[in-house]
């Protein structure tokens, strides 16, 4: 392509070439040393670069098609972390706290929040002061107001609450190898079908919640 171009852009030149044909020998080898002279300029104007057309070109498409690759690369990962959903707690509680005691039981209250989509059922629940049982409060034999274990745990329905409270459900701390202290917090891990689920508690005294235990139950 580019000898086609050089010739193209000489064509005058060579033609006064063929005029100067009819000039005698002598004329002749004057004329053509200018016209050499004329020429060499621009062809060494052309190749000074030292650069192949084809070659340029090609980078350039090349350039061009790793941009947007990169583009859509970084537009897959943007979008990936965009939809990565936050983790939410299955069940957490408001109003939370348990009651301030020297042992060896206690009581923790609140109201448990079931945030996921499934039902979720309690099964037990574990602090670092020792053994804890789901518990109700319930009328015995008798009359007596008096707790109990709960036998198949809680269970809170999707998007549901379970309150616990004195004289109803709550979670009891069995045997405790430290006081609670008024002021202070216990983590409380509760047992569920969706794992396991720690919760924070502040201590407070109270001066309620203190209903008998049934005589069947062996807290020993």
Same mark, same amino acid.
């Given at each position: 392509?580019?000898?086609?171009?050089?010739?193209?852009?000489?064509?005058?030149?060579?033609?006064?070439?063929?005029?100067?044909?009819?000039?005698?020998?002598?004329?002749?080898?004057?004329?053509?040393?200018?016209?050499?002279?004329?020429?060499?300029?621009?062809?060494?104007?052309?190749?000074?670069?030292?650069?192949?057309?084809?070659?340029?070109?090609?980078?350039?498409?090349?350039?061009?098609?790793?941009?947007? +690759? *990169?583009?859509?690369?970084?537009?897959?990962?943007?979008?990936? !972390?965009?939809? =990565?959903?936050?983790?939410?707690? @299955?069940? $957490?509680?408001?109003?939370?706290?348990?009651?301030?005691?020297?042992?060896?039981?206690?009581?923790?209250?609140?109201?448990?929040?079931?945030?996921?989509?499934?039902?979720?059922?309690?099964?037990?629940?574990?602090?670092?002061?020792?053994?804890?049982?789901?518990?109700?409060?319930?009328?015995?034999?008798?009359?007596?107001?008096?707790?109990?274990?709960?036998?198949?745990?809680?269970?809170?329905?999707?998007?549901?609450?379970?309150?616990?409270?004195?004289?109803?459900?709550?979670?009891?701390?069995?045997?405790? +190898? *430290?006081?609670?202290?008024?002021?202070?917090?216990?983590?409380? !891990?509760?047992? =569920?079908?969706?794992?396991?689920? @720690?919760? $924070?508690?502040?201590?407070?005294?109270?001066?309620?919640?203190?209903?008998?235990?049934?005589?069947?139950?062996?807290?020993?």
């Amino acid at each position: 392509m580019l000898i086609v171009q050089l010739l193209l852009a000489e064509l005058p030149q060579l033609l006064k070439g063929i005029l100067l044909m009819s000039l005698p020998t002598r004329a002749r080898r004057a004329s053509l040393a200018v016209a050499l002279i004329l020429l060499l300029p621009p062809l060494t104007g052309c190749g000074s670069d030292g650069s192949d057309p084809s070659s340029t070109s090609s980078t350039a498409a090349s350039s061009a098609s790793a941009a947007p +690759s *990169a583009s859509a690369a970084s537009s897959s990962t943007g979008s990936a !972390t965009a939809s =990565t959903p936050d983790r939410i707690t @299955p069940v $957490t509680i408001t109003d939370g706290w348990a009651k301030a005691s020297e042992g060896p039981m206690s009581g923790a209250f609140g109201t448990l929040v079931n945030n996921s989509d499934q039902t979720v059922h309690i099964t037990g629940a574990t602090s670092p002061l020792g053994r804890m049982e789901l518990h109700e409060v319930a009328k015995n034999d008798a009359g007596a107001m008096v707790m109990r274990p709960v036998a198949d745990g809680f269970t809170i329905a999707p998007g549901a609450n379970l309150v616990l409270e004195p004289g109803g459900f709550h979670l009891m701390f069995m045997d405790m +190898s *430290a006081p609670l202290v008024n002021g202070e917090s216990v983590t409380v !891990t509760l047992q =569920t079908s969706l794992g396991q689920v @720690p919760l $924070t508690i502040p201590v407070r005294r109270f001066d309620g919640a203190n209903e008998s235990y049934a005589p069947s139950m062996d807290h020993s």
